[in-house]
């Protein structure tokens, strides 16, 4: 029982230390490579029509830049 608490212990301090040093930096968190977006890749998936919620975002951004075409209505 003793090794079982010293562990839960030790954990628990490094969690706290996690959290007071995202407290100070004010960082959220990230990957250590940046994600697909970084390599070039705008979508994680190989279907061929994106979902309605990825339609209705590409269609609002279009809409800001003026890139308006029968594609993006």
Do not use: H, W
Not at 1 to 24: D, E, N
Request: charged share 20%; proline share 1%.
């Amino acid at each position: 029982m003793a090794i079982f608490l010293i562990t839960l212990g030790f954990f628990l301090v490094i969690v706290m230390a996690m959290a007071v040093g995202y407290i100070f930096q004010r960082k959220t968190l990230a990957g250590s490579c940046g994600g697909l977006a970084n390599v070039g890749i705008d979508k994680s998936c190989n279907c061929d029509n994106p979902c309605e919620k990825r339609q209705e975002r590409d269609r609002v951004a279009a809409l800001q830049i003026g890139d308006i075409s029968v594609k993006n209505i």
